[in-house]
């Protein structure tokens, strides 16, 4: 075997140990990858402006509005949830994900999930209900004539609708007001990504 024939199959050979060695690290990256993006969460009685927030960003942010922590652990556990609370006494309890709340401020909260569940990257906004947590689905502008007010329809082209409740949503006037304030919150002079989807007005149906 030449010198040159030889290297090339010690570098097969490396290669294909390396990939062996390290696809154990990259499925475990992928699998940290989709679960983070499938991350749903339950946020406690107590958090009610954060879940409102946490569902403008385009997370699945369930809100429970019982003060029995059973039914918020047993609702956790059959939907996959990970808990959000202020409630120290949780932390104690095994078999559940939890992020426990140091702040009871809600933008420093909103920072505090993002940072501490990594999910800063997935944000997604306008994208949910923040009334329900129903996920918003474009809907054609002669789909809402005559369920939203006549100047909205008159000035408005892009309308979405959530497939929970069925409101209505298209850009109004307080979008940009959110945007700033979500952009503040997050500590970008910018625009958050995905800012294209901003339909931020609602009507209930
Ligand atoms: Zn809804």
Redesign the pocket.
Known sequence: MTDNRELVLRLVLRCTYCVNRFSWLTDRLSCRILSLRNMKLIVDFMCGRLVRWLRVLGFDAEYSKDVDTKTLLKRALSEDRTVVTRNTKLSSVSGIRLLLLTSEIPEEQIKQVLEDLDLAVNIIPFTR?N????VLEAVPKEHVRGKVPFYTFQTQEKFKT?L????IYWEGTHVEHMKRYIAQVLGKPDQPNGSETREVGQRGT
């Open positions: 209900c009334v329900c947590n129903g959530c929970r409740c069925g409101r």
